[in-house]
C-alpha cells in the first residue's frame, strides 16, 4: 500500500477502478476480514480486478481455493486460476506452474508462451502430487515419526528460493510480544509466510503435511522456512505452550494447544545438524524432502516433556528446513 497515504485513499483508488487497488484490497480484506461482509466484499474486488486483467488478484483468487477459505479445499480450481494468472503475465504465477509440472529450467526460470502454460496445466496430476510414501516410526514416547520422500526435491528447491532473501534472525516464543523475543538459546535465521506470502507452493505442502497428520489446513499456524549457518542452533526446548503460565494459559484457550510439529528437510548436504530429542538420548535427521513429525503432548492431550528437542548446529554446509506447528484451534494468523 506504499503508493496510497492512507487506507481510505486505497478504498478510494479501488472504487474509481483502479485495478491494482482492487487487487490490493482485496487481500487485505480477505487476509484480514473484519466481518464476514469484509470478507465477501473483499473477494469481489479480486473477481473485479481479474476479469480485468490482473494476473496478481487471479493468483489470490486461486490461494482462496487452495487454502480452502471458503469451505472446502478446491485444488483443480485453484490451479485453473493459477493457469489464469499466468495467461494475464503474471510471471510468479508461471513460475509456479512450471514447478508443478516439474518443467522448470536449470537455472531455475521458465520462460513460457500461452500455449505452452496451457499444456503445463494439462499435465499437473494434484492426485499424484498428493499422495503420500509410508510413515516410519522413530518413536512411541513421545511419538516420532518420519516419512522420507515426503516433498518432491523441486518444491524444497522453491521454498529454500523464496525464503533465501527475506531471512531475520528467528525468535523464540513469547505470548507477550507478537513476533516473540530475540534469545542467546536461539541463533539460526528464519522467515514466517503469511496469507499475503502464501502461494500454491506452500499451500501444496500444508496440503501434504495435513494429509500426513490428518489434521485440517486451518488448524495450522504461518509456516516457516529456517535456516542454520555451521555453529547455529536451537537449544532444548518443548514446541507446546505451558498451561501453568498464564500468558500460555490464555494463548491456549484463544487458539488451542500446539498439537504437533512437522519438520521437511529441504536440502541435505550439510553435516552435522540433527534434531537432537535429549530425554530418549536419540536424535533425528532426513534426507532431501523427507519429514520428521513429531506430536508434542501425551495420548492424553497433555504436555509431553519428553518431547524435548534441539536443533544441532550443522558442522559444515547450511540446513534449510519448512516448519509447521499445528494447534488444536483455530491459530494466529499474520497477513
Known sequence: MSQYESP?????????????????L??????????????????????????????????????????????????????????????????????QLAVFADQMDKDGTWNASQADLIALRKQIDIEALLRL?????LSQNPRIRKCENFLPPRFCDWMIARARPNLVRARTYDATVADGRE??????????????????????????????TDMPVF????????????????????????????AHAADIRRFGQRLATCLVYLNDDFEGAETAFPK????????????????NVDHQGQPDPNTLHAGLPPISGEKWLFSQWIRTGPPPQSA
Open 183 to 212: 534469545s542467546e538459546s536461539r541463533t539460526n535465521s528464519s522467515v514466517s509466510f503469511g496469507l499475503l506470502e502464501l502461494d500454491l507452493i506452500l499451500l501444496l505442502i500444508q496440503t501434504r503435511i495435513s494429509k500426513l
Open 8 to 24: 481510505e485513499h486505497l478504498k478510494a483508488a479501488a472504487s474509481r477502478g483502479n485495478i491494482a487497488a482492487m487487487t490490493t
Open 133 to 137: 510414501p509410508e510413515k516410519q516410526i
Open 280 to 295: 530418549i538420548s536419540q536424535k533425528f535427521r532426513c534426507q532431501k524432502g523427507g519429514a520428521l513429525l513429531f506430536a
Open 26 to 95: 482485496g487481500q487485505q480484506m480477505v487476509a484480514k476480514p473484519t466481518s464476514r461482509k469484509a470478507f465477501e466484499d473483499g473477494q469481489i474486488f479480486l473477481k473485479q480486478a481479474h476479469e480485468a486483467g490482473s494476473g496478481e488478484a487471479a493468483q489470490f483468487i486461486a490461494i482462496i481455493h487452495a487454502a480452502g477459505l471458503r469451505g472446502q479445499q478446491d485444488w483443480p480450481k485453484a490451479l485453473d486460476y493459477l493457469a489464469e494468472a499466468a495467461l494475464l503475465g503474471w510471471e510468479p504465477a508461471s513460475q
Open 219 to 246: 488448524l495450522m499456524e504461518n509456516s516457516s522456512v529456517l535456516h542454520y549457518k555451521v555453529g547455529q542452533q536451537f537449544r532444548p526446548h518443548h514446541d507446546y505452550l505451558d498451561p501453568n503460565k498464564p
